[in-house]
């Protein structure tokens, strides 16, 4: 008997730095990707109508990740283009970063659209607090990885 099996892996990397360059706080952690963002995956397997995905966004809320969501709980600020995209062999990653004076205070969730508004969230993501001043820098990269095993 054949047996396929496919897995679908989230990681994501925070980096928060001060006005001078200096890293704050650094974390490693697995995020979600959510049942739109497997529709959506499926969908642009089947055709190219569904857009890429162009933007990230944190927010505030601290409700547990679960994939019947469609959207951060409490966006901080507004969607962020995404500053880089890259696929290799079965890796996708998405990398944006927030200036000083962009989505300030206690960011605690992040996730990955195909829309500046609406749109389709591929996987959302909850942690501990980062607490991001004024004159810091928020650098997020979310790695979604697929294996066969």
């Known amino acids: 008997m054949l047996n396929d099996s496919l897995k679908l892996r989230g ?5 928060l730095k001060d006005k001078d360059g200096n ?3 650094e974390r490693k952690i697995t995020n979600l990707v959510v049942n739109s963002g497997l529709e959506f995956i499926c969908s642009r397997m089947a055709s190219a109508s569904a857009g890429v995905m162009t933007h ?7 409700t547990a990740a679960s994939a019947g969501q ?14 880089s995209t890259n696929a290799s062999s079965n890796t996708i990653t998405f990398q944006c970063s927030w200036e000083a004076g962009e989505s300030t205070g206690a960011i605690t969730e992040s996730g990955i659209f195909n829309a500046s508004s609406g749109g389709t969230m591929l ?3 909850v942690f501990a607090v980062v ?8 650098s997020i990269t ?8």
């Open 56 to 62: 990230m966004a944190v927010g505030s809320g601290t």
């Open 123 to 125: 996987a959302r993501v």
């Open 70 to 83: 469609t959207d951060l709980v409490s966006i901080l600020g507004s969607r962020e283009a995404l500053d």
């Open 131 to 138: 607490n991001k001043a004024a004159s810091d820098t928020l």
């Open 11 to 15: 990681d994501v990397a925070i980096v």
């Open 23 to 25: 890293v704050k706080d």
């Open 142 to 149: 979310h790695t979604i990885t697929l294996t066969a095993s």
